[in-house]
């Protein structure tokens, strides 16, 4: 028996193949073929564009797949389905950063337009044509929202007036002089699963198994191990500067009167707790790589 997952093809793409990576499997994507193979005998992969994965998903084609919170609501506004996909997992990861994508309301600079309220009668041009209705009918706004094939920042003011659009800095919308208005969503990775297949005891467990492990490796994202030898009388002092998830590790060492301390912290605290660790009296300091963190 095999699992088929789906990994989003184009810009989530180069990001969840490294999130695999970190998660133990190596998956090696052929430029010239929509299955990347995999080191795992009983996954097989296929590379579908995010857009399109709730679908596929929903419909058993994929019996697991990686797509943002946004086309899982995109596909769901066009479903009588209750529940078309199972989410398994919340992923926090984007193609540049580990946190969220946001779904704006944006505008050009010029414009007066200062809230949604302010678009009435107005045409609105994106991607996610569902979801931006549903948002602009909660706000009871009578806008036209059509759909955009792409390049949707250059087509203010002239081809539409206002855009809604994803962005993780803001940086194109900048450069294309918009303005944000509003958040819309906001927006990360989700597994979701067919429900068939997530019914089936095989498979549940392998999605299952699939998910600890992706959520494991970014939980040790931008975190280290550190591990010290400390003499007893200066163990206080070390545990009052050390930050941990929890209480560090401490364990006795063979020489008298000596502990090994053990904990894992943020990397980017790591240069200022070093010269600390060692006016604390701290010996042995190493510092190592997380791969993954299982709380």
């Not at 697991?64 to 389905?81: C, F, H, K």
Request: contains cysteine.
């Amino acid at each position: 028996m095999t699992l088929r997952v789906g990994i989003p093809k184009g810009s989530l793409q180069d990001a969840t193949v490294k999130l695999f990576s970190r998660a133990g499997f190596d998956v090696v994507v052929n430029t010239r073929s929509y299955f990347p193979t995999i080191d795992d005998p009983e996954i097989e992969c296929m590379l579908i564009r995010a857009q399109e994965m709730a679908r596929y998903v929903a419909d058993g084609v994929l019996d697991v797949g990686l797509t943002g919170q946004d086309w899982i609501a995109e596909y769901r506004s066009t479903t009588d389905a209750s529940e078309p996909v199972h989410e398994v997992a919340d992923l926090v990861y984007s193609k540049q950063s580990f946190g969220k994508v946001r779904w704006v309301l944006a505008v050009p600079e010029g414009s007066t337009v200062r809230r949604a309220q302010d678009l009435a009668g107005c045409t609105i041009a994106t991607e996610l044509v569902g979801v931006t209705r549903t948002y602009f009918e909660r706000l009871g706004v009578d806008v036209e929202v059509e759909f955009s094939w792409g390049a949707t920042e250059v087509k203010p003011p002239v081809l539409a007036d206002a855009i809604v659009e994803a962005t993780e800095t803001g940086s194109t919308l900048r450069a294309n002089h918009l303005r944000i208005v509003d958040t819309v969503m906001e927006s990360n990775p989700q597994l979701i699963a067919n429900p068939s297949a997530y019914a089936d005891d095989w498979k549940r467990t392998k999605i299952e198994n699939v998910a600890l492990l992706l959520k494991a490796a970014i939980e040790a994202h931008g975190r280290v191990g550190l591990m010290l030898n400390v003499r007893r009388e200066h163990l206080d002092a070390v545990l009052a500067i050390l930050p941990a998830l929890q209480r560090p590790t401490v364990s006795p060492l063979t020489e008298e009167g000596w502990v090994a301390l053990n904990t894992i912290i943020d990397e980017r605290t790591v240069r200022d707790l070093l010269p600390r660790l060692c006016n604390a009296q701290a010996h042995g300091i190493v510092e190592y790589p997380l791969n993954k963190l299982v709380r």
